[in-house]
């Protein structure tokens, strides 16, 4: 895949200003062009995302370094999946982001980067055939999910909780397929899903089934194993074991 940098860049155009009080906000014009703002964003991303392939998402903590298990466990994670044929989707920014982009980068599949702009840690990781600036995090998360079958959290602590939920929620309320959250690291997620079910389920917050939505692994290998089965589930074959299906 040819490399695509998208340089849309707005500092004073975010959603701090977009989600402003009352008292604050500007003119209605201002408003409405910032809707058009929205929507080229929106168009932007699903122009270079389209012919993108099966994909999978990934992610975890921008502040995982280098020497800990997550992270080259997430490297290899990258590596598996892009070998497999199948496109990687991250944050696009250091820690686990970078782990896994770097595990794919050059690997037979595209490794893409759905960035968004912080005042801190966010910066783009140089292991990206594909680079997408957002302002919006609405907008990124609608992409994360557009194009990809497959959901893997490594431990993080918001903007990971953030994304899961995000999914789950989208999963449990039947607005997406029942794709698969694999959760990496059993030391993290185990304690994780017993007080959800203990204090979510037996205060009768969720369906007790709901959990069930989420699988513990603690490897790569294991990850790969229920990727291909939520592929093989919906029909999804790549140019390594097969002809590849577009979503």
């Given amino acids: 895949m040819k490399r695509v940098v998208n340089k849309l860049?707005?500092?004073?155009h975010t959603e701090k200003d977009l989600l402003k009080h009352e008292q604050d906000r500007?003119?209605?014009h201002s408003e409405?062009?910032?809707v058009l703002r929205i929507q080229s964003e929106?168009?932007?991303?699903?122009?270079?995302?389209?012919?993108?392939?099966?994909?999978?998402?990934?992610?975890?903590?921008?502040?995982t370094k280098p020497d800990r298990i997550e992270y080259r466990t997430a490297e290899s994670l990258g590596k598996k999946l892009a070998q497999a044929g199948y496109a990687v989707i991250t944050g696009g920014g250091p820690g686990i982001m970078e782990a896994v982009n770097k595990g794919a980068y050059h690997q037979g599949?595209?490794?893409?980067?759905?960035?968004?702009?912080?005042?801190f840690e966010q910066t783009p990781n140089p292991y990206q055939d594909l680079n997408l600036e957002y302002r919006y995090f609405f907008v990124r998360k609608l992409n994360f999910v557009k194009y990809s079958f497959a959901f893997i959290y490594f431990p993080g602590g918001f903007g990971t909780f953030d994304e899961l939920f995000e999914v789950a929620t989208l999963v449990q309320t039947g607005k997406i397929e029942p794709f698969p959250l694999i959760l990496v690291g059993a030391h993290f997620w185990k304690p994780f899903l017993a007080w959800m079910k203990e204090q979510m389920g037996g205060s009768g917050y969720i369906d007790p089934l709901d959990p069930?939505?989420?699988?513990v692994v603690d490897s790569a290998d294991e990850a790969m194993k229920l990727v291909k089965e939520a592929a093989a589930r919906v029909g999804i074959k790549t140019s390594r074991g097969g002809s590849r299906s577009a979503r």
């Fill in 9 to 12: 860049r707005a500092q004073d």
């Fill in 26 to 28: 500007e003119p209605m």
């Fill in 32 to 34: 409405s062009w910032r």
């Fill in 42 to 63: 929106i168009v932007d991303g699903f122009e270079n995302l389209r012919d993108l392939g099966p994909a999978v998402s990934v992610f975890g903590s921008a502040r």
């Fill in 109 to 119: 599949a595209p490794s893409v980067g759905l960035n968004i702009e912080l005042p």
């Fill in 212 to 215: 069930d939505h989420f699988r």
